[in-house]
């Protein structure tokens, strides 16, 4: 009886953890998606809000980033260069994980806070890091808190840049993206009462 419920309890793990690395459906829907990422081992609602209140950023504003950066996907990469037009190559970056966070990016965000063990396959951490990105936009570009358009482009050109008045189409297309998402996403969240 005992290897019995061991072998259940061994399967209850591995269907939770498989759920864990999933990808959400419904992803332009932040009820659907929060929906399905609510359960014992992972819980995207609390995570984000969390993030909310230690950052002040709104919910809304990280999970339209992070839907921005990866469309909510665990090891997301950036596509690899072709040498010769077709042979796979080296990554145009080493972007990785739900927020495209940068291998420098990263580091500096876990020696400023302290989260040393924060991996950026973890949506707790990178929620907890996009927020804490959105601050400093806030604190040096005097952006404010709910301006996903602005906190879109500092996150995707950096602080320096944007300051300057750098940017490109296509960094500027995706602010735009990102702020109807943040958008909707605020209505959404309102409508199924998580906001």
Not at 66 to 82: D, M, V
Request: aromatic share 12%; charged share 20%.
């Amino acid at each position: 009886m005992q290897r019995f419920l061991s072998g259940i309890a061994l399967i209850i793990l591995l269907l939770g953890l498989g759920s864990c690395a999933s990808t959400p459906t419904q992803t332009d829907n932040a009820c659907a998606v929060l929906s399905q990422k609510n359960g014992f081992f992972h819980n995207w609602g609390r995570s984000a809000k969390k993030a909310e209140r230690e950052y002040g950023i709104p919910m809304p504003v990280i999970l339209a980033t992070i839907n921005t950066e990866s469309g909510f996907k665990q090891r997301a990469k950036p596509p690899r260069r072709k040498l010769l037009g077709f042979i796979p190559w080296k990554r145009q970056s080493s972007a990785y994980g739900y927020g495209q966070a940068l291998s420098g990016t990263w580091e500096h965000y876990k020696k400023s806070t302290g989260h040393y063990g924060a991996s950026r396959t973890s949506f707790d951490d990178v929620a907890q890091f996009i927020a804490w990105y959105h601050r400093g936009s806030v604190v040096k570009n005097n952006v404010r808190p709910d301006d996903a358009y602005s906190l879109y482009l500092n996150y995707q050109l950096g602080h320096a840049a944007y300051a300057r008045g750098q940017t490109t189409p296509a960094a500027v297309a995706a602010a735009r993206r990102t702020q109807r998402m943040a958008e909707r996403y605020d209505r959404q969240l309102r409508n199924c009462g998580r906001r």
